[in-house]
């Protein structure tokens, strides 16, 4: 059998998340994103590759989305309500929550800020909505009579969740974004070890281990501490739920123990919105979050208030979380362009910046960014990379393939470069195929057929008695504490059993899969298909 995967977004590139899976004859869409760095039609996944003519329903058997973010579901509402598609669509419950909103704040700055025409409308991220099945962790879904998905935590951001997905004997995991390390409000992505036929990970990260934390963090809070002493203004462009929760939890506490006065800002109105996303999904967070929830709420904060567009004029000094990440459109684009040439002030960027994009520009040291044919800003403020990503690094990601020892690894969400060096050392350290196809391109793997086979009862009966009776043997021979020895004892996780395989080939049927059974040396002298030499 044969799985093929093609990437019609996120292959070689970070952005526009859209994978195509067929798998047992089954075709499913792994996440439907837009890109950050694109203004035009590429910024949308290329769909004329699973049709040229539409009837896109007929086609795939289900659309997953694995988290809320842009790059991973902005391209949902166009490819449902503007290319048709009308079949189901899967995402856990955060994300079917927050998912509209981002989409709807998506469609304003792209209609009625740069007045675009050709876009989806609200009514239309309604719509496509409503189409939407809400999953819960660890729940097994039957999409139909062959596929069976089921969601694992992913850390990364509220309801990120990575996604099993078996038909027939063949399987896929897609993990999305994930991140394998705890972090102040949520816990670490986790799978069961399912060994599936194909792992596509993302690879942000692919060459990076990162640093410790709690420095990473000393550097941060020193940094805008030092600015603001000097009468500057510091920006931190993030997006709205995730990476912002993080920070202003980490500043909050800081403020609130140098008792210092000096304002703090974020963009939106989505930190009130936030709270109420984070009580309602308290169980997809970490554990202390959980534990103090009932005391005191973590994202009610006391020193960080509405950002209002008025202050843009006043003096400073201040701190300001500016929405959206990466500096490419909204809040965070308005106030960079007003405070980038003054050298007193500073940008902090977070996270990850997809090239193209402003924030990508102003990280590799561009005095003079062209924003369009009509603006350009000039950068004299002082600029930070402090990576407080919530994806996983190069040690994250050879972790997860030692949690779930996939048959195979295949690369997405990355840079090419970078992607190749991973591919190397995965393939070096475990000995399987890995592989990183760009956009459009198509890899066909080979899976192994599966065949069931019947144990025969009395081999099993024996095989138990003579391990029971070695194991006792094993703790009564040895002069350490036997209570303790028990105790330790740890079940095997392969067990060696030695027998007779039968094969019962139908004489009269050369194409249907013959019968196998493991027996006995006694019984296989007694079979009957040997006496009738079918076997």
């Known amino acids: 059998m044969t799985i093929e995967i093609v990437p019609l977004g996120a292959g070689q590139d970070v952005g526009r998340s859209c994978v195509l899976v067929t798998i047992n004859g089954k075709n499913i869409m792994f996440d439907c994103g837009m890109h950050m760095g694109y203004q035009d039609a590429r910024r949308f996944p290329d769909f004329t590759y699973i049709s040229k003519t539409g009837g896109f329903t007929d086609i795939l058997d289900a659309v997953i989305i694995s988290h809320f973010h842009l790059d991973h579901c902005g391209a949902l509402p166009f490819f449902t309500e503007m290319c048709g598609y009308d079949g189901p669509i899967y995402m856990t419950h955060p994300t079917k929550a927050i998912c509209p909103i981002l989409l709807e704040d998506y469609r304003k700055i792209t209609v009625e800020r740069k007045g675009e025409t050709n876009f989806f409308t609200s009514a239309m991220i309604k719509n496509c909505m409503k189409k939407v099945i809400p999953i819960n962790l660890h729940q097994t879904i039957k999409v139909d009579q062959d596929i069976e998905i089921k969601a694992y935590y992913a850390g990364h951001v509220l309801g990120a969740a990575m996604i099993y997905v078996r038909v027939g004997n063949e399987s896929v995991v897609y993990t999305g974004d994930y991140n394998m ?211 996983a690094d190069a040690k994250g990601i050879m972790q997860l393939i030692r949690q779930c020892e996939p048959r195979n690894v295949l690369l997405v969400h990355g840079e090419r470069g970078k992607m190749d060096f991973l591919r190397n050392k995965i393939t070096k350290e475990f000995g399987i195929n890995c592989y990183m196809p760009a956009n459009g391109s198509s890899v066909k793997l080979e899976t192994r057929r599966a065949i069931d086979a019947k144990l025969s009862s009395h081999l099993l009966k024996d095989f138990l008695t003579q391990n029971s009776q070695k194991t006792l043997k094993d703790l009564n021979n040895t002069d350490d504490d036997k209570e303790l020895k028990a105790t330790s004892f740890q079940p095997q996780s392969a067990i060696p059993i030695n027998g007779y395989l039968l094969m019962n080939l139908n004489a009269t049927d050369n194409v249907s899969t013959p019968t196998i059974e493991i027996v006995k040396s006694n019984d296989f002298l007694k079979s009957e298909s040997l006496l009738d030499n079918q076997v």
Request: proline share 5%; hydrophobic share 40%; glycine share 6%.
């Open 181 to 391: 390390t705890p972090d102040r409000h949520l816990g670490s992505a986790w799978i069961d070890k399912v060994r599936p036929d194909v792992l596509i990970t993302e690879s942000t990260y692919a060459t990076t281990i990162r640093d410790s934390k709690r420095s990473r963090e000393r550097d941060f809070l020193t940094k805008i501490h030092d600015c603001v002493q000097d009468g500057g203004n510091v920006i931190i462009p993030v997006f709205a739920l995730g990476r912002a929760q993080e920070l202003c939890i980490l500043i909050e506490s800081y403020w609130e123990r140098m008792d210092l006065t000096v304002p703090i800002y974020f963009s939106t109105g989505l930190t009130e919105r936030a709270t109420e996303y984070y009580k309602l999904f308290i169980s997809w967070t970490n554990q202390k979050i959980k534990s103090t929830f009932v005391e005191r709420n973590m994202f009610d904060f006391k020193h960080i208030k509405v950002w209002d567009r008025t202050y843009l004029d006043h003096p400073g000094p201040m701190v300001l979380f500016a929405t959206p990440g990466m500096l490419n459109v909204g809040t965070s684009l308005e106030v960079f362009k007003k405070w980038a040439p003054n050298p007193k002030n500073m940008v902090i960027m977070p996270g990850y910046c997809v090239a193209g994009t402003v924030g990508a520009k102003v990280l590799l040291g561009q005095k003079l960014i062209e924003v369009d044919k009509f603006t350009k800003i000039e950068v004299n403020l002082q600029v930070r990379n402090l990576s407080f990503s919530a994806h």
